[in-house]
């Protein structure tokens, strides 16, 4: 009792007050007291951990991957093993895939190697770390996806820039044996730029090609093409990787295994993913594709007019107080979520409740891999709603991947046998028209095949893909709106050659959006800002032309905006031309008093607009140029920039054509020649950039807006 009443003493000494005369009562004021302070704080300290919608974790700076330690490497180098290093560049994964795949069947077929999988953006630190660790790799495999304009995706963009922009020297990779396999797209102009250029650099530098570079075609099929790839590499790599005795034997027919997560299921009680979604930056606090900030919808309205029987969205990101910045010109890159319908149809297929609460695993329960060709998990526990919401591709074709786990979980055996038949080579041309030509969604195809549940393991590991971001140019300046992102949304809504109507994700949920200015309930989407090249020139004295009917104007409104900007700020501008093109005024002309006001504030000099539903005849953007030559003409020959902006495989070729035409009409043959060659080559390109050095002009075009929408 004595000690009791020290500390009392002690603790009235301290704050300068009297508990009480009589000990026992002080005692239980004392520990009630305690008791409220201690579960204060805690309340003030889960309230601080869940966060808001705003607030922000700062995660430790992502270590550089350097896989198995380099005293390991040593040891394993000496026993007698042959390291494989299979490096990925990827943007939606299927790069990533393969090199997992191919790593999965190396290790399976050769017990002599031992095989690292590498993140191109995780490999090195900078350039003087590239160089000493390529020196020190002797056989390795690149998996580089084409990203957009004959772009490096972005987790590849600091190894392409350190291997094509580095001081020349003198070749350097002698001890490397390599192969290359591109992921691109042939409807494309710079059709697997990116496995061209790596498997030419590697050569210039002394490196040894093992087998041709793989040409993956994903408006096709991209799988058959890998598997086409790996068959030439098994002959060359039997031997390097196989002794002698070894070569004597044959190999062991190798089948993939199929992906699957280890699931665990959680009560209802516990608190999902949804209820405590946190804003994740990375070590440097950068948003990115990995780490998306979430943010709220300020504003959305419908920008096409009643007599309209189409729809355009213009949508504003709240990012005020997030730490997202943007300059005019980039693009931002949105997740949205399936819509209710489409979620409450896969669910149903898969025979599960919306309400499930589930999280996915890549270690067994032992705490030992399930494989390394599994992707990595998704956040959880979440309810099934929400992962197949946020995180399921379901409206594209699936793989043959896919299609082989389905048939593993078929319990009819007509299904399971027609769904292996689709999967393998003698199905290829069924698969082509019946799926990839016909546009079949991985819905539909689990619809015709009612039978075929996978577990959620499997469905998310190996069926579904992970649900990809799409990108908008921001149609507005920071200097305007430093604390607002705008994007212009064309709806995607029409009826694929079966008769389903596609509703594009993204577009749809811009469309059902719910504004704050409408509800405090409102919606909100992680994003992230991409940088890119499509800027206005560096002096704002230099004339520019822009060209881009409907969405495609995103982003010369926000030129226009921040040409108003300098101009408010008494900085003199050049001459500025915008063509704009829609149907009909009463319809479709978008943002029209705006447009308005920029040419009344002198922020455009003229502003051209060509309705193709009004008259007797349709007109273009380009027959409206096509009376401007003139005009054009001085722009250009005064060293003026132009811009175009919208469908590259349309038309910009018809805005080439018609630029081509003013060309030949107002120049000689010098300049004829360059313009037929130059840009005749990157006229279907999504984006390009080109110079004249007669003329001193530049050609900037980039992609619809959203190309990579739905």
């Not at 390291?83 to 077929?109: N, P, Y």
């Not at 959305?300 to 007599?307: D, G, M, S, W």
């Not at 909100?524 to 800002?529: D, G, H, K, L, T």
Request: charged share 25%; glycine share 8%.
């Amino acid at each position: 009792m004595a000690s009791t009443a020290d500390l009392i003493r002690s603790i009235e000494s301290t704050l300068g007050v009297t508990i009480s005369s009589d000990p026992n009562l002080s005692l239980i004021i004392l520990s009630t007291s305690l008791a409220l302070i201690l579960g204060f704080a805690l309340i003030l300290w889960r309230r601080s951990s869940d966060g808001g919608a705003n607030s922000k974790v700062i995660l430790p700076p992502k270590p550089v991957d350097t896989g198995v330690e380099d005293d390991d490497e040593l040891e394993l180098i000496a026993s007698g093993k042959i390291k494989v290093t299979l490096f990925f560049g990827t943007q939606t994964g299927t790069a990533e895939g393969f090199a997992k795949a191919l790593a999965e069947e190396i290790k399976a077929r050769y017990e002599k190697a031992f095989v690292k999988v590498v993140d191109l953006d995780d490999y090195a630190a900078d350039d003087e770390q590239h160089e000493e660790k390529l020196k020190k790799e002797t056989l390795a495999f690149f998996m580089v996806a084409t990203y957009g304009d004959g772009e490096p995706t972005d987790n590849a963009a600091r190894f392409y820039k350190w291997l094509t922009e580095g001081d020349e020297k003198e070749p350097w990779l002698q001890q490397l044996t390599y192969g290359v396999f591109g992921l691109g797209n042939r409807q494309y102009e710079h059709f697997n730029k990116i496995g061209n250029v790596v498997d030419e650099k590697l050569i210039e530098q002394g490196a040894k090609r093992l087998i041709p570079v793989g040409l993956g075609d994903d408006d096709q099929c991209i799988e058959d093409d890998f598997s086409a790839w790996k068959e030439l590499l098994w002959a060359e790599l039997d031997k390097l990787l196989r002794d002698a005795d070894d070569a004597k034997t044959a190999s062991t027919p190798y089948t993939a295994a199929i992906s699957e997560y280890r699931v665990v299921l959680h009560d209802s009680g516990v608190t999902s993913l949804e209820n405590k979604h946190n804003n994740l930056a990375n070590g440097n606090a950068v948003y990115d594709i990995h780490h998306p900030c979430r943010v709220q919808v300020a504003v959305q309205r419908e920008l096409h007019k009643l007599e309209s029987d189409r729809s355009c969205i213009h949508l504003e990101f709240d990012v005020a107080g997030t730490g997202v910045t943007y300059e005019t010109g980039d693009h931002v890159g949105v997740y949205a979520e399936n819509c209710d319908g489409t979620v409450e149809e896969a669910v149903k297929l898969l025979g599960q409740s919306l309400d499930l609460v589930f999280s996915i695993h890549t270690d067994a329960e032992d705490g030992s891999s399930l494989g390394g060709s599994l992707p990595p998990p998704f956040p959880g526990p979440c309810t099934l709603r929400t992962a197949v919401a946020q995180y399921a591709d379901l409206l594209n074709p699936p793989r043959k991947a896919a299609l082989l786990a389905l048939a593993a979980h078929a319990s009819e055996s007509s299904e399971k046998e027609k769904l292996k038949y689709l999967a393998s080579p003698e199905g290829k041309d069924e698969y082509s028209a019946w799926i990839v030509a016909s546009q079949r969604s991985l819905l539909e195809v689990m619809s015709e095949f009612p039978s075929a549940k996978p577990p959620l393991g499997v469905f998310f590991a190996a069926v579904a893909p992970r649900l990809q971001p799409r990108y908008y140019s921001i149609s507005s300046s920071p200097r305007l709106f430093p604390d607002r992102v705008h994007v212009t949304c064309a709806l995607v809504y029409g009826p694929t050659p079966t008769g389903r109507i596609h509703k594009g994700v993204c577009s749809t949920w811009m469309k059902n959006a719910v504004p704050s200015d409408k509800s405090r309930d409102c919606s909100w989407a992680p994003i992230f800002i991409r940088p890119s090249n499509f800027k206005l020139p560096t002096d704002p004295s230099v004339p520019i032309i822009m060209v881009g009917p409907g969405t495609g104007l995103a982003p010369f409104r926000g030129f226009l905006q921040e040409r108003l900007g300098l101009k408010r700020e008494g900085v003199q501008l050049g001459p500025a031309v915008l063509f704009f093109g829609c149907r009909n005024r009463r319809m479709d002309f978008i943002y029209e008093d705006e447009l308005n006001m920029y040419v009344e504030e002198g922020v455009v000099s003229e502003l051209v607009v060509a309705f193709s539903r009004e008259g007797s005849q349709k007109e273009y953007v380009q027959h409206k140029m096509t009376q401007k030559a003139g005009d054009l003409w001085n722009m250009i020959s005064s060293g003026g920039y132009l811009y175009v902006c919208g469908d590259a495989k349309g038309m910009a070729r018809d805005v080439h054509r018609t630029l081509h035409n003013i060309v030949q009409e107002q120049e000689g043959e010098a300049v004829k020649a360059w313009w037929s060659h130059e840009i005749t080559k990157e006229a279907i390109a999504s984006f390009w950039t080109s110079y004249c050095p007669t003329l001193g002009v530049w050609m900037v075009v980039c992609g619809p807006n959203g190309e990579y929408e739905d």
